[in-house]
Each structure stands twice: as C-alpha cells, then as structure tokens.
C-alpha cells in the first residue's frame, strides 16, 4: 500500500485541491520527523500502519481491526483516512498494473464504519451580540496580513483556502469584484464590499524569490515567512483572538457564520448559496435563475453593512458608481 499510495497522489494531484493532497500526504506519513513549530517529532499518520500490508492481503477483517485501534485514538481523522482508502482502493480497482490484484474493496467494511462511529455536526456560530468581541479581538492581531484575512473570510463566507488562493489579478479594485476558485466551478465571482475594498487595499505589495530572482508576490493576503509566498495556517492566530474574545471558533465556523447571519436580513437563500460558492438547488436555480453581480452586490452589502453595524464598526462610504474608486498600493 505504501508503494502504491504515492502514485495514486501524483494521479490525483491535478483534480484536487491544496488541502485535499495534504490530507492524503499526512494519512500515510511514517512519523519522526521534525515539526516546523514546536520540538516534539510528527506522528504516523492513521493508514501508516497499513503502508507495509500488499495490496491483495487488505480484506474487511483487517480493515475492521485497523478502525478498533485508531477509533481509540483520533476517530475524527480516522473516518477521514478510511474514506481516502476508500477511494484509494476504487482507484487500484480500476488502473490496468493494480486491477488483478484488487478483489473488493476493504475500505467498505460496514464493521470498520459502525467502530468509527458518525461524525459530529459542528454548530460553532458567531451569534450577533458576539460580532463586538470577536472583531475587537481579530483587529487587535498584530500581523495585518491575519487581521484582514480573517475579517474577509466572515464577511465573504468563502472557504479558507479560496480566500487563501486569492491573487491581486483576481482582484477588481475598479469594478468591485473578486475571482475566488470554486469547489464547484472552475471559478465564481463575488461582490467587492466596500469594508472588505478596503481591508484589501490597505494591504501590503510585496516581492517574493523565484528561481533566483525577485518577482512581484502575486498573493494579495502574502506571507514572507512561507515558502510557497502566501498565507498558510492562521488558525493559531484566530484561536489566540478568539480565546480573547471568550469563544470557540474555528475557520469553517466563520463560513457557517456568514451563512446563519445572513438570515437577519432576511437574504434570499439562494443569493447566499451563490455567494458562498454552494451548488444550485432545485429545477429552478439550476436551469432558470442567472443573476447578475449586481444584484449579489445589493444583498452582500447590505449583510457587510449590518455585520459592521452589530460590531461598533465605522462603515466605509460607498462609491456613486463601480469605476471611479481611487487605489494606493
């Protein structure tokens, strides 16, 4: 399995996102080595202990027996492995050098799935009396780069890793819009409020290495300390606000937020979904409805405007018309 596992990855490297072939890298990671922050060395990952076991010896009995001793220690990235193996397995079932030794698939064990147990619904939510403490606390971060990251990810409802993505091409200051790479889509576009406009203009432009040579950072929310130039984990800097701010936050929890806040003024569901970058539910919202940026833009400034508003938080004046806003790097 472990021979294996790499080239299933490369296979799978162009279809999947950032996040989804780190999961894959730390499922199957043997452990020892030395972590970026912090002296303690990195942990097997949870299908580590399968990486030695040939491809025809994996059956639902020992699928079954590897869930009883993860289950015990981290059933959550557990239910997670099981399903890469999962698809793992499918994969090797269907590539021509591993299909004659592939049966079944293990992975579907239904005795590994009830020792794993279902997952919990998380219900973490900024409610509206808390949206004071919490943007005191994020607008307090030291690093700038964080503070407007975050504020953004609440006030977009974006996935962590869209807004990560973001580049200052994909920006438009002019027009007032964002190009964020879809989990559904190739790409959406969204409203450029004028509070998160601002967040954004205000931010660094900065210079990177590249094969030898100082190129412009192409991030907007950059990083000089990270390899790849932009921001990669500000989930210790939110947990410091959040604890700050007395709550239990996590980055999704913002998205999650965004959507449950919308309700307030009332936003029709499915201009949040298309927002938000959810797929089209229903005949009509699939084949009929194509609604213009303008119209997400009346209802996305109208939630940033009220989230500011509940916070204690100046509202930016808003441009007469999208082409006469004036920007300094």
């Known amino acids: 399995v472990g021979d294996v596992w790499p080239v299933y990855v490369a296979a799978r490297t162009p279809a999947g996102g950032v996040l989804h072939l780190r999961d894959h890298v730390r499922a199957m990671q043997p452990g020892g080595e030395k972590m970026k922050h912090g002296t303690k060395p990195t942990a097997p990952g949870p299908l580590a202990s399968l990486a030695t076991v040939r491809l025809i010896d994996l059956t639902p009995e020992l699928i079954a027996e590897w869930a ?4 015990k220690k981290r059933p959550t990235r557990a239910r997670l492995a099981l399903r890469l193996l999962r698809a793992f397995i499918f994969w090797c079932a269907e590539n021509k050098t591993y299909k004659g030794i592939i049966t079944g698939n293990a992975a579907q064990s239904k005795a590994a799935r009830e020792t794993l147990g279902k997952p919990q619904k998380k219900s973490d939510v900024i409610q509206r009396e808390q949206l004071p403490a919490w943007f005191a606390a994020v607008r307090q971060i030291g690093n700038p780069v964080i503070s407007a990251y975050l504020q953004a990810l609440l006030l977009t409802g974006a996935r962590r890793e869209e807004l990560a993505n973001l580049k200052w091409a994909d920006v438009d200051f002019q027009w007032n819009s964002l190009k964020l790479n879809d989990k559904v889509e ?10 998160v406009s601002s967040l954004l203009a205000a931010l660094p432009r900065r210079t990177m290495e590249r094969n030898g040579e100082t190129v412009s950072n192409p991030w907007v929310f950059s990083s000089p300390a990270a390899a790849s130039g932009r921001l990669a984990d500000p989930r210790i800097a939110h947990n410091q606000a ?10 999704h929890g913002l998205r999650r937020s965004f959507a449950t806040l919308t309700e307030w003024v009332e936003m029709p569901s499915g201009i949040a979904a298309q927002i938000q970058g959810h797929a089209p539910q229903g005949v009509r919202e699939q084949n009929y409805i194509r609604r213009p940026l303008d119209l997400l833009r009346m209802w996305h400034t109208k939630i940033e405007g009220w989230i500011l508003e509940q916070a204690g ?15 300094t790097a």
């Open 68 to 71: 009883l001793v993860e289950a």
């Open 313 to 327: 938080i100046e509202q930016p004046e808003q441009d007469a018309k999208p082409g006469l806003r004036v920007v």
């Open 186 to 195: 190739e790409f959406r576009m969204v409203p450029l409020t004028p509070y």
């Open 242 to 251: 959040c604890a700050i701010a007395g709550l239990v936050m996590t980055l």
